[in-house]
């Protein structure tokens, strides 16, 4: 059954891209680069990012970036000497890798002068997004190019209004360390509704083994609330407090994801994400798997 609500309501175009974090987990290297252009394997993460969205059919993509954020936006705008280099080799496969960037989207900006915490990030695009329901996508939070969580969570916003989270079962021992959802099954295979948020529970009262991942699919009135959130943990306006206010009035749902995601933004789980994308790409495989199976039983002995 389609909501009212949603009947009403625009469908989602826009993407909302925060990347304007301090990335302290990743220094020194995020001293003057971002983490969200960090490589995996050839392609800075926020790549995959915005390639995901216009995979999900958005193209309208508002990147939040902040200090030492100019690489980002050096790497979605035309880089014409690198171009004209490449043109003067008959370089075409690499000219196609350097222009792939800068046309994929229409791309935007907006500076959070101050990284306040992801939900004062979110915020910084409201004028952007304006009455909209938007997509936001966490710029070092990684889902792998064949899963299609963003289509599945447009499609719920689609039918029934409301925001839409995108949630991943861990282990209970994990979950303190993530927003907690408490839900509640649906009529819908893989749907729920989601009916509090707990940030970071205390080990052994979490309301679920289901955590929030970097997707979501807000609806507008998500800044009037923020407006209204006062810093949370850390002193930081938190995007998660606001949604538990959105949730308790019963307007969230989340769609439970079981599929591959990637979080770029620590060493460990980037060092993860870096040999399993290498170890799927055709072209380094046949070598590079060899090799490191190889110096595993080196390291092992
Ligand atoms: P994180 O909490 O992982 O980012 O935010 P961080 O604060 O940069 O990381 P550490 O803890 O210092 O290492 C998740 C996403 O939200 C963005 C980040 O850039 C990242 O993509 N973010 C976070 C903002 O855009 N603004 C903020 O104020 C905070």
Redesign the pocket.
């Known amino acids: 059954m389609v909501d009212s609500g949603a009947a009403r309501t625009p469908s989602v175009t826009k993407a909302v891209v925060?990347?304007?974090?301090?990335?302290?987990?990743?220094l020194p290297a995020t001293k003057a680069t971002p983490?969200?252009m960090l490589p995996v394997v050839d392609k800075p993460a926020i790549q995959y990012v915005v390639e995901e969205a216009v995979k999900a059919g958005l193209s309208d993509m508002l990147l939040?970036t902040g200090r030492s954020k100019r690489s980002i936006e050096d790497h979605f705008d035309r880089a014409y000497e690198l171009e004209e280099a490449l043109t003067a080799k008959e370089d075409w496969d690499k000219l196609g890798l350097v222009r792939e960037s800068s046309e994929l989207a229409s791309v935007h900006y907006v500076r959070?002068g101050d990284?306040?915490?992801?939900g004062?990030?979110v915020l910084c695009a409201a004028q952007h997004v304006g009455d909209e329901p938007f997509a936001v996508l966490?710029?070092?939070d990684l889902i792998h190019p064949d899963e299609s969580l963003l289509t599945k969570m447009i499609e719920v916003r689609e039918r029934h209004g409301g925001s839409v989270l995108a949630l991943m079962e861990l282990d209970p021992e994990e979950v303190s360390l993530y927003g907690c959802a408490a839900i509640a099954p649906t009529a819908e295979d893989g749907v729920v509704m989601v009916t509090d948020l707990v940030e970071k529970p205390v080990p052994g009262q979490a309301p679920s083994r289901w955590i929030l991942i970097g997707r979501y699919v807000c609806d507008p009135e998500v800044f009037d609330v923020l407006r209204r959130t006062q810093p949370g943990r850390g002193g930081?306006i938190q995007l998660t407090d606001a949604l538990k206010i959105l949730a308790r009035r019963g307007d969230v749902r989340g769609v439970l994801f079981h599929g591959r995601r990637y979080d770029t933004?620590n060493k460990l789980d980037y060092l993860r994400t870096m040999v399993q994308f290498a170890c799927d790409r055709p072209d380094l495989a046949s070598e590079f798997v060899p090799w490191l199976r190889k110096y595993l039983e080196s390291v092992e002995q």
């Open positions: 925060p990347a304007a974090g301090l990335g302290t987990r990743f983490k969200e939040v959070q990284p306040k915490g992801l004062h990030a966490l710029g070092d930081e933004g």
